[in-house]
């Protein structure tokens, strides 16, 4: 007997992290990295509500050497420019790096930045 619904692959959580939960973003910076316990996906989730100013940020997926805490891979987003918009950094085929960390850098500043920014990092076998 065959199904009439597609089969589709489920891939084991790993790691969920909040990096950033209903925060102010007006500088650069970067997470703590995580160990990502072997896994080979990695999605980074992002959501900033309120603009003031004309600030512009991009969000990037670190892949990060642990000893030295340098970064060894860096994958980019989309360009913020506006309050209440969302980007999506997804990687398929992690290969190298033990630990993962979410890093940011733009036009911010104190008269220009974001707030009410949501920031999850998902990694899966």
Do not use: C
């Not at 790691?15 to 896994?39: C, I, P, Q, R």
């Not at 891979?73 to 420019?81: H, K, L």
């Not at 950094?89 to 008269?111: F, K």
């Amino acid at each position: 007997m065959t199904s009439e619904y597609p089969r589709f692959q489920v891939y084991p959580l790993l790691l969920d992290v909040l990096v950033l939960e209903n925060a102010k973003v007006d500088s650069k910076g970067n997470s703590d990295a995580y160990f990502n316990y072997g896994a080979t996906h990695a999605d980074v989730l992002i959501y900033v509500g309120s603009a003031t100013g004309s600030p512009k940020v991009t969000f990037y997926l670190l892949v990060v050497e642990p000893s030295t805490g340098k970064v060894i891979r860096s994958y980019a987003g989309s360009e913020i420019t506006a309050g209440d918009s969302v980007d999506y950094i997804t990687v398929h085929g992690l290969t190298l790096g033990t630990h993962l960390a979410v890093g940011w850098d733009g036009t911010l500043d104190s008269s220009n930045y974001f707030e009410g920014v949501y920031v999850r990092l998902i990694a899966k076998a």
